[in-house]
């Protein structure tokens, strides 16, 4: 490998001598290794070297509040992709939860002099017909096929096409038309003509009659543009997003909106900055405020739903005077307000469909009145593509299998590091590499699908979620139950009584009833949109409870699911100061319970745990990698797991269960088609929806997921 250069952490990654619990674990991987390596041409050597294993494309967890997870999206290429490939690596491939954008701070001129540019005379952002017209200068169709390829799909909307009854299809589409100063007409509809009419003024420095590095734009008070900066991840981090940002601003170069020392820094330009510290000045920290930039690249993973919507653009998530908040755009709409309200609050997934399509046509119309706040506030990048790459087993060793995909989510998610094997080997250790040093381990804190990568695997949620369907499947909860009521929703659950935390003690209902109030009680802003809809928690009896929201919604069901069991009582229930000394809170120091509380008689290594199947053990941040053991007391038994994927799959499709759909599966729905049940025609295996009838959703059932597997 001369002339190589490897990152700290791969080269001792190399060097380790891999030291194994000897303890029968129930996952059936011993330990989980997250190793930060930053470049996607490192982690392809790594993986053809054998020094990583798994090369994910991080997702929102399944079982995570569904906030919006940043990501530093150092996407794997078409060329890796085909490199892998031919060398046996096992890729699959998945729509994601995911959209790429570029954000903008439209807030107004007065206001972007109060907070954060005091020296400005015209905020240009705040502007929807320069937001417009800086769109129209995005060749978006050019960029993505030279420089992604098949790894992302084009997008102009917030909502990806995975959220499919969700998206919307006839979102305006402002397509790539930059025009000439020198040619353009007012009003034509190029970027040029949009800044004419506008008021903007080209001014051509050198009167030479073609765009170069000294000319620039006035904006309509008069004044020269002001420098603008468009924050990008790190070129060493993620070269595909950096260079995406270069190729905008070279763009914007070529009608003279680009920043340059010829010109005096009027205009644009882009510049590589470390993602979480540059989302620490967009979205806040726990002491500072947000909104202190002017343009970013932003990277997010979702869930199901489409709140990201409410998360993004609801006035009450102005990151500005709420830090940490999710609307960093400052998007101020009363029209927007309520439809991301039905968004965010309804039970009824239509009408959830009817508003996120109205809200997706609002953001990308500059016609509407009032659109300076709020339209074309994101500037779509791309819609991604889950591409997650396996080791085959170099030198004759076993392959790596057992791995689950699921749309959407791809095949990074908790089922397939529940089930990972290596085929035929003795369970023992996995190496996953992941994109960038975690900034924070607090789970009321972190807000990158990195971190959340490993935290993932150490926290559960009451409801589990079938991979093949997305349906809701008992887990901490064996049964829940919601009732609207005239204030909102009552939510009542039942849990399990042979679940314990990784340190011994028994999860109870008020262990559940003392972490969503504090979570709530301690003004947590990450999840404010959820806690702020906390009245109650009532216990009824060791396994049961109900929660009290003063609004109903199915969102807000699927995060209280996953928030009640993210922090346990006997670590967290100290005397704090302050708020902010609990989103400063490091629970990676040795395990140490809380005052008026005895050590449980697990002890895990520090108090970074919850009741997941996996036990967080340290964050070596010299060679910056992570480890976690499989917890020995976890409540689903390999046996568990392996029956339950048996019958999820069977209900996605797999009438025989043997693992694949297939033309056999599809012959025997066949065969029992139009049959009821007590008819000798009748075969249970056929009715997938279980409703005495093997009818057309039985058959629609099977034949849309053909060639599916349960496990790869």
Known sequence: MTGRIFPLALVSLMLIVLVVPLVYADPEMDVLRFVVIQSSQTKSIAMQIGAVDIWPSPSNAMDLCSVPEAQADDLM?????????????????????????IGFNIR??????????????????????????????????GILQWDYGFTVMHARSLVPQSQRKYFNPYVPEHLYNPGNPFTSLSGDGSSCGILMDAGYIFVDVGTIGVVDAADYWNCPNGSPLPRMVLWTPL???????????????????????????????????????????????VYG??????GLFDAFMGFFSFGRLPDQLYTFCHSSQDAQPYPLRGNAAGINDATIDSLVETVEYSVDTYEIGVAAKQVQERLYDPQLAGADNF???????????????????????PELVGIVSSPGYGS???????????QGGTP????????????????????????????????????????????????????????????GMNIYYTIRNDVMWQDGYPLTASDIEWCLEFIRDRNVPRYARTIQTLVDVVVT?????YINCSRASIDLFYDFNDLATLLPRQIWDQPWPNDIAVLNYDPTVAYDVAPGYTPGPTPPPTNLFGTGPFVFQFYDITNQYSELWGNDYYFMTRVNVQALMTEMFWEAGDQNRDGVIDVLDLSYVGFAYGSFIGEPQYDPNSDFNQDGFIGMKDLVTCSKRLLWQREY
Request: hydrophobic residues 35%; glycine residues 6%; contains cysteine.
């Open 77 to 101: 290429t078409d060329n890796d992709i085909i490199t892998l490939n031919d060398a046996g690596f096992k890729i699959l491939q998945d729509p994601a939860f995911q959209v790429g954008f």
């Open 541 to 545: 009896s060791p396994t049961t409870f």
């Open 285 to 290: 920290t726990p002491s500072t405020s947000g």
């Open 235 to 281: 070129i060493s981090v993620a070269p595909l997003s950096y260079q995406h940002g270069v190729e905008f601003v070279t763009d914007l170069g070529q009608i003279g909106l680009a920043a340059t020392t010829a010109n005096g820094n009027v205009g644009i330009l882009n510049t590589g900055r470390d993602l979480n510290e540059y989302l620490n000045s």
């Open 428 to 487: 023992t250790a996995v190496n996953t590499a992941v994109d960038d040093a975690p900034d924070s381990f607090n789970p009321l804190r972190v807000t990158t699908s990195h971190e959340w990568e490993i935290l993932e695997q150490v926290y559960d949620g009451l409801v589990g979620i079938d991979p093949y369907n997305h349906y809701d499947i008992p887990w901490i909860a064996t049964d829940w139950s919601i009732v609207e009521t005239v204030g």
């Open 412 to 422: 990074d998610n908790k089922w397939t590091y529940l089930n990972i094997n290596w």
């Open 108 to 141: 107004d001129t007065a206001t972007i002099r109060s907070y954060y540019r005091p020296e400005i005379t015209y905020w240009p952002f705040a502007d929807v017909r320069f937001r417009h017209a800086l769109i129209h200068c995005f060749d978006q169709l």
């Open 375 to 397: 339209a074309l506030a994101y500037m779509c990048l791309y819609h991604k593509i889950h591409f997650n790459a396996y080791s085959p087993g170099l030198e004759g060793n």
